[in-house]
């Protein structure tokens, strides 16, 4: 337990956080994989690269740093960055050089603001939340390690086919290359695929949504070409029907909330349609007669994915409806659209896309009188806190 002046010390260091938590956190990642390049093996190198894990980490220091009072408040996060680490293989050894490397960031970074007195207490604090995140990652270790079919670490797969779905997605089929089972998911888990390029040392680590239901036999992920994207162009270009890639076990909670009979609602933006199209093909496979509408936005219908698809689960529905909208021809979609096609405002409703394209949804719901607590989203990479001060 820590006592109330070292939670009082470590609350104090919030509005420093605020002002220069993304310089600390990027001092602590230079630092690190100087003196410690092998733990490259286990980030997403391309986030790395244009910040996206910097601000997520420091966005993360700040919400446990204003939170030391009552850390049950950041359990969802925990368990959310806990179903990444685990599907990366970060383990408890890892955490000690973490701490050690944060705290000699802190320091780099606030100079004579960095008391010994402050980092003390951020010493004892840290060991208190790694001690939380070490203990949520070690039960879903045990978890995926001894359901059927289940395995730790990664995994070698076969790509079994390779299909296009618009001009910039591809969807890859995946089969265990020694032919076992296939453990169940939960509709909405991605997978962790790494790869590592002709003349790279280390390996490239993406996490892509599952886009199948679970029981098919095979996992299917289906992977938007990104211009800057390592591990994207490496699939799209290099890897075909055949060859074979690296793979961890299903992780991940977001996923369709026990909520009855209530209808649902699906807002999707590009790529993240992913996760909504293995919710709605288990939905339509056990629950037919569930209220579902289905909401997508893409830029064009060249890239728009998974549209016959979608159609054809939403015709084998009673209950069912889809909504397409093109940014070429409608517009972005917006709250006025919004308001003018939903058909409840009753029951979940599940938002993932671009971060601006969750913010507009997000800001929409609300101001459609939705309650927080039957909005659910996810990020593509990094996450943002989008409702609270963002560390700079």
């Given at each position: 337990?820590?006592?109330e002046?070292?939670?009082?010390?470590?609350?104090?260091?919030?509005?420093?956080?605020?002002?220069?938590?993304?310089?600390?956190?990027?001092?602590?990642?230079?630092?690190?994989?100087?003196d410690?390049?092998?733990?490259?093996?286990?980030?997403?190198?391309?986030?790395?690269?244009?910040?996206?894990?910097?601000?997520?980490?420091?966005?993360?220091?700040?919400?446990?740093?204003?939170?030391?009072?009552?850390?049950?408040?950041i359990?969802p996060?925990v368990?959310?960055?806990?179903?990444?680490?685990?599907?990366l293989?970060?383990?408890?050894?890892?955490?000690?050089?973490?701490?050690?490397?944060?705290?000699?960031a802190?320091?780099?970074?606030?100079?004579?603001?960095?008391?010994?007195?402050?980092?003390?207490?951020?010493?004892?604090?840290?060991?208190?939340?790694?001690?939380?995140?070490?203990?949520?990652?070690?039960?879903?270790y045990?978890?995926?390690?001894?359901?059927?079919?289940?395995?730790?670490?990664?995994?070698?797969?076969?790509?079994?086919?390779?299909?296009?779905?618009?001009?910039?997605?591809?969807?890859?089929?995946?089969?265990?290359?020694?032919?076992?089972?296939?453990?169940?998911?939960?509709?909405?888990?991605y997978?962790?695929?790494?790869?590592?390029?002709?003349?790279?040392?280390?390996?490239?680590?993406?996490?892509?949504?599952?886009?199948n239901?679970?029981?098919?036999?095979?996992?299917?992920?289906?992977?938007?070409?990104?211009?800057?994207?390592?591990?994207?162009?490496?699939?799209?270009n290099?890897?075909?029907?055949?060859?074979?890639?690296?793979?961890?076990?299903?992780?991940?909670?977001?996923?369709l909330?026990?909520n009855?009979?209530?209808?649902?609602?699906?807002?999707?933006?590009?790529?993240?349609?992913?996760?909504?199209?293995?919710?709605?093909?288990?939905?339509?496979?056990?629950?037919?007669?569930?209220?579902?509408?289905?909401?997508?936005?893409?830029?064009?219908?060249?890239v728009?994915?998974?549209?016959?698809?979608?159609?054809?689960?939403?015709?084998?529905?009673?209950?069912?409806?889809?909504?397409?909208?093109?940014?070429?021809?409608?517009?972005?979609?917006?709250?006025?659209?919004?308001?003018?096609?939903?058909?409840?405002?009753?029951?979940?409703?599940?938002?993932?896309?671009?971060?601006?394209?969750?913010?507009?949804?997000?800001e929409?719901?609300?101001?459609?009188?939705?309650?927080?607590?039957?909005?659910h989203?996810?990020?593509?990479?990094?996450?943002?806190?989008?409702?609270?001060?963002?560390?700079?």
């Amino acid at each position: 337990m820590l006592s109330e002046k070292t939670k009082y010390i470590v609350k104090s260091t919030v509005p420093v956080l605020i002002q220069h938590g993304t310089a600390i956190t990027s001092c602590f990642y230079k630092n690190m994989f100087h003196d410690h390049p092998e733990l490259l093996n286990l980030f997403n190198q391309s986030n790395q690269k244009q910040g996206r894990q910097q601000k997520a980490l420091a966005q993360a220091v700040l919400a446990a740093a204003a939170n030391i009072d009552n850390l049950e408040v950041i359990l969802p996060v925990v368990k959310q960055v806990g179903h990444k680490h685990r599907s990366l293989g970060v383990k408890k050894e890892h955490y000690p050089i973490v701490g050690k490397y944060l705290l000699e960031a802190m320091k780099e970074v606030l100079g004579d603001q960095a008391t010994d007195e402050v980092i003390s207490a951020w010493g004892e604090a840290y060991g208190v939340i790694a001690g939380v995140f070490i203990g949520e990652e070690e039960e879903m270790y045990y978890q995926a390690e001894n359901q059927d079919g289940g395995w730790s670490g990664f995994k070698t797969f076969k790509i079994a086919n390779k299909v296009e779905e618009s001009d910039v997605i591809t969807s890859f089929y995946l089969t265990p290359a020694d032919h076992q089972s296939l453990p169940d998911f939960l509709p909405g888990q991605y997978i962790s695929v790494r790869v590592k390029p002709d003349g790279d040392a280390f390996w490239h680590n993406r996490q892509y949504s599952l886009s199948n239901a679970p029981g098919t036999g095979t996992f299917r992920i289906s992977v938007k070409k990104e211009q800057l994207g390592t591990v994207s162009g490496f699939l799209h270009n290099q890897l075909n029907i055949g060859d074979f890639i690296e793979v961890s076990a299903p992780a991940g909670d977001f996923t369709l909330v026990d909520n009855g009979t209530e209808p649902i609602t699906f807002l999707s933006g590009g790529v993240g349609v992913t996760p909504f199209i293995s919710m709605l093909n288990d939905l339509a496979k056990k629950d037919p007669e569930r209220n579902v509408q289905f909401i997508h936005a893409a830029q064009n219908e060249q890239v728009h994915a998974f549209k016959k698809e979608v159609n054809n689960l939403i015709e084998s529905m009673t209950n069912a409806e889809a909504a397409v909208f093109y940014e070429n021809t409608d517009g972005r979609l917006s709250f006025e659209q919004l308001q003018r096609i939903l058909l409840t405002k009753k029951g979940d409703f599940y938002v993932c896309g671009p971060v601006p394209f969750l913010k507009a949804m997000l800001e929409a719901l609300s101001l459609l009188g939705i309650k927080e607590n039957r909005i659910h989203y996810e990020f593509f990479g990094p996450a943002v806190d989008l409702s609270q001060p963002q560390a700079v």
